[in-house]
């Protein structure tokens, strides 16, 4: 599926959710150069400006494609970019697996749960989705905590799922349907 339009621009208490651009990478860089990033997702450690803008770049042509939708997370005030999220749609299955991440200096104030919330929202509202999935390496309570908070149940454990970092890493996995968002999130 193709989207024509313009990418939508996704506002928040505290936050803009909008498209990547190529002035980003400098910035993207700074923020996703990190092991502590590197652990909990599949950024490579050490970044450079050349994986921000290769990611970037890409980040277009999905959009375009119609099967994903990744949002910078921006700061409102001042406008700094902070982290990424997005929805990998499979347009089949009319579902999405959802993946996140904040850069270390912002984590613990609740900016990946208002982010998660609205990009669900756009899932659901805005592109019609049956389901949004997502999963964790295990030991990163922290994104399980942000996916429990956005209304998604534990769906399960999946052993030795990836290689990661060296290691086989076990996943849990997580999903929300539509019919459950509207009970939480439409009735309140």
Request: net charge negative; hydrophobic share 35%; charged share 25%.
């Amino acid at each position: 599926m193709i989207l024509s339009g313009s990418f939508p621009t996704l506002e928040t208490e505290r936050l803009r959710l909008r498209q990547f651009q190529l002035a980003d990478k400098t910035r993207l860089n700074e923020i996703a150069n990190s092991r502590e990033i590197a652990k909990g997702t599949f950024i490579p450690f050490p970044y450079n400006e050349e994986f921000a803008e290769d990611f970037i770049e890409s980040q277009f042509r999905d959009y375009k494609n119609g099967n994903l939708i990744n949002f910078a997370i921006v700061l409102d005030k001042p406008d700094l970019l902070i982290g990424s999220m997005g929805i990998s749609i499979d347009n089949k299955l009319n579902e999405g697996e959802i993946g996140f991440w904040i850069g270390v200096d912002y984590w613990g104030n609740g900016y990946c749960t208002e982010a998660a919330r609205s990009v669900i929202h756009y899932g659901f509202t805005k592109r019609k989705l049956y389901r949004i999935f997502a999963f964790h390496f295990t030991g990163n309570d922290s994104s399980g905590k942000v996916l429990e908070k956005i209304g998604m149940k534990i769906e399960g454990i999946t052993k030795d799922e990836y290689w990661h970092m060296g290691e086989l890493k076990d996943t849990v996995h997580y999903s929300i349907y539509k019919t459950d968002y509207d009970k939480l999130w439409l009735n309140t």
